[in-house]
């Protein structure tokens, strides 16, 4: 969904995995097309084969901008990512080249590389050094591959132990390894919630942002329902020259159709 506005365009991909969950995920792609979107992201297309996920893209005429890489089983120390798991660096290397596989087949040009939990016995600095090194292969496996990586950092009120500290420090680790290949996920909602600034901060990450995601706080609502200033930040990431796509990863507070006036309220 392309939206002009008096500050310039924002190209917006909706969640699947958040939105329209009013309909079964398969379904998702068309209502998506229903509303206006053109292009969708969703964290996890694994449950289903590549061919699939591209024919639901197809049908439906949309484009995949975002995948993550794959997560651990449900309760494991990689559920939420294996990057920042030392002795998990087989499983990180498979997810990636999984991630690989599916983003060349749905033509999505951004892998969200999902850093995971430090476990509480493991020494900081050997977690952060394994982190880095896993993030260096995997800009080997993505360099020429059109693919860029993109970093994220999750507030620690949502995820206590969450291995990447922040935007900052994902932005340093990709400026480390190959800025042309690996970025920063700039998400508004964790940066609201991790210590606020949320403007002075895109600015002055904006060489290094690789996609960008939003959601009000609190409550993770769509745009207009928390506190943050979405009229100033949108306009702003409008006016910065920012090219990429904009994932709306939030939980619609009465429905996802309803749930869009925020457009016309906030941006045009």
Not at 53 to 62: C, E, H, I, P
Not at 73 to 79: C, K, L, N, Q
Not at 195 to 205: A, K, Q, S
Request: aromatic share 8%.
């Amino acid at each position: 969904m392309i939206v002009e506005s008096s500050s310039g365009v924002v190209r917006l991909a909706a969640n699947l995995k958040w939105m329209f969950t009013e309909v079964p995920f398969v379904e998702r792609f068309a209502a998506a097309a229903e509303a206006g979107f053109t292009a969708v992201e969703f964290a996890s297309p694994y449950e289903l084969a590549p061919a699939e996920v591209r024919r639901l893209l197809d049908d439906a005429g949309l484009a995949q901008i975002l995948i993550n890489t794959p997560a651990g089983p449900a309760g494991s120390p990689t559920a939420s990512g294996a990057a920042y798991v030392p002795g998990a660096r087989q499983e990180f290397r498979d997810g990636v080249l999984r991630a690989l596989e599916y983003a060349g087949a749905l033509d999505a040009r951004v892998v969200h590389v999902m850093a995971g939990i430090r476990p509480a016995e493991v020494d900081a600095d050997l977690a952060f050094a394994t982190y880095v090194s896993n993030i260096s292969w995997a800009a080997e496996q993505a360099r020429g591959t059109g693919v860029r990586l993109a970093l994220e950092a999750i507030n620690k009120r949502d995820q206590p132990g969450y291995g990447l500290a922040s935007m900052e420090t994902a932005a340093a680790v990709a400026q480390a390894v190959d800025p042309e290949v690996v970025g920063v996920l700039f998400d508004v909602y964790h940066a609201q919630v991790d210590r606020g600034n949320v403007i002075e901060r895109f600015e002055r990450l904006h060489p290094l942002i690789a996609h960008v995601q939003i959601a009000d706080n609190p409550g993770r609502g769509e745009p207009g329902t928390g506190e943050i200033a979405y009229e100033r930040v949108l306009a702003r990431i409008a006016r910065s020259g920012y090219a990429g796509w904009i994932g709306c990863e939030y939980a619609p507070v009465a429905g996802t159709r309803d749930g869009l006036s925020w457009l016309e309220r906030i941006i045009r």
